[in-house]
Structures are given as structure tokens and as C-alpha cells.
T-cell receptor, first 114, second 112 residues
Framework: QKEVEQDPGPLSVPEGAIVSLNCTYS??????FMWYRQYSRKGPELLMY????GNKEDGRFTAQVDKSSKYISLFIRDSQPSDSATYLC??????????????FGQGTTLQVKP | DAEITQSPRHKITETGRQVTLACHQT?????MFWYRQDLGHGLRLIHY???????NKGEVSDGYSVSRSNTEDLPLTLESAASSQTSVYFC???????????FGDGTRLSIL
């Protein structure tokens, strides 16, 4: 079993739709999570960074962590064609995050159609 | 603005050749990382460094080496390129071990 799993998609939605992207993980001994966005032929860029459980909101983006069910979600409201990208979730390799190393999911490819 | 740059952006080479991919960051970050990204595998860690003269093996380090002679650079060397090393390579850096990593735009390497 991979430590961080994502459905690779592709996920295709119409412009304006609410998008839900999800990750599941197998090890609960860590404190923070990240979502990266990767456009075609570009490097991943940090989108959101959240500690522990609960929600974090940044504009149209909301990250949600449910540690009891080991589930990480990213919601995009009013999706735009410019949101078309691959979304990667990541977590540190150890609970304290001291190593600085990350484990990434495979990424979910999102296409938002005008 | 501070940034992380990778060069070359694209390279084609032959099996058995030595190849070096450059990574340069101007943030003065201590931590630097090399990943490869392949379809079906996502990002996998090759090597990483916590500072000058420090290097560590990652998940898929066989056939690769790195050296850290200064803070800004972490070149990745393929000692004898193999077709299985055809991939997109990303370099990343972070200020400290509990801070997010920032990525370059990658090097697309093809080994024929």
C-alpha cells in the first residue's frame, strides 16, 4: 500500500463547478500536510500548507484534514480554466517533520472546461 | 526575486554517458532535494542535502550521486546513464526541515 494515495483522474468539470480533490494516507504520525499545484511542463508550486486537523481557507481554495479517517481534501470553489493542472498532496515522512522529507501522492489531473 | 533554477531544461544523451544536471537556488536555503517524476509513480526522492558537505540517499538513489560544495548548488550526476533513467527531474529547496519545499521547473532527460 502506498503511503499517500490519490486518484490520478483525469477529472473534468465545467467552469464554475465546485471541485473536490482527495488523498488518503496510511500513517497518522505527522502534523502537517501540503497541496501543490503543477502546471504542464512546470515544477510543483505550493498551494496550501495546513497543520493537524480541521479546515484552512485561502480565497477559492479550502484544505480539509480528517485525521480520524486519514483523509485530506482540497476544495476549489468557482473553478476556472486557469485551475487546470495536476494537484499533488504531500506529507512529511515523520510526525515531527524534522527530516524535511516529503512523501507525495501521484497527483490528480484536473481540467476545467470553459 | 530569489529563485531556484535548473539547467538544462531538456537533454538527450546516450546510454553509458555521464550526465550532470544543475540546480541553483538564491534563497540561501540549507535543504536541497532532487526528485524524479514518472507516470504512475509521482515524485520520488533521489538524494537530499541539509547543508554544505552533507548528502543523503533517498528512495531511488541507485545510479545517481550528488555533491554539495556550497549553499546555492546541488548538482545531480548520473554516472552511467541508463534508459530507465529517462524521466523529468526536479530540484527543490527549503529553508528548514519544517518549511515547505520550493521547486524548480525541471529537466526533461531522455536517454537513448
Amino acid at each position: 500500500q502506498k503511503e499517500v494515495e490519490q486518484d490520478p483522474g483525469p477529472l473534468s468539470v465545467p467552469e464554475g463547478a465546485i471541485v473536490s480533490l482527495n488523498c488518503t494516507y496510511s500513517n497518522s504520525a505527522f502534523q502537517y500536510f501540503m497541496w501543490y499545484r503543477q502546471y504542464s511542463r512546470k515544477g510543483p508550486e505550493l498551494l496550501m500548507y495546513t497543520y493537524s486537523s480541521g479546515n484552512k481557507e485561502d480565497g477559492r481554495f479550502t484544505a480539509q484534514v480528517d485525521k480520524s479517517s486519514k483523509y485530506i481534501s482540497l476544495f476549489i470553489r468557482d473553478s476556472q480554466p486557469s485551475d487546470s493542472a495536476t494537484y499533488l498532496c504531500a506529507r512529511p515522512t515523520h510526525g515531527s517533520g524534522n527530516t524535511g522529507k516529503l512523501i507525495f501522492g501521484q497527483g490528480t489531473t484536473l481540467q476545467v472546461k470553459p | 526575486d530569489a529563485e531556484i533554477t535548473q539547467s538544462p531544461r531538456h537533454k538527450i544523451t546516450e546510454t553509458g554517458r555521464q550526465v550532470t544536471l544543475a540546480c541553483h537556488q538564491t534563497w540561501n536555503h540549507n535543504n536541497m532535494f532532487w526528485y524524479r517524476q514518472d507516470l504512475g509513480h509521482g515524485l520520488r526522492l533521489i538524494h537530499y542535502s541539509y547543508g554544505v558537505q552533507d548528502t543523503n540517499k533517498g528512495e531511488v538513489s541507485d545510479g545517481y550521486s550528488v555533491s554539495r560544495s556550497n549553499t546555492e548548488d546541488l548538482p545531480l550526476t548520473l554516472e552511467s546513464a541508463a534508459s530507465s533513467q529517462t524521466s523529468v527531474y526536479f530540484c527543490a529547496s527549503s529553508e528548514s526541515s519544517n518549511q515547505p519545499q520550493h521547486f524548480g521547473d525541471g529537466t526533461r532527460l531522455s536517454i537513448l
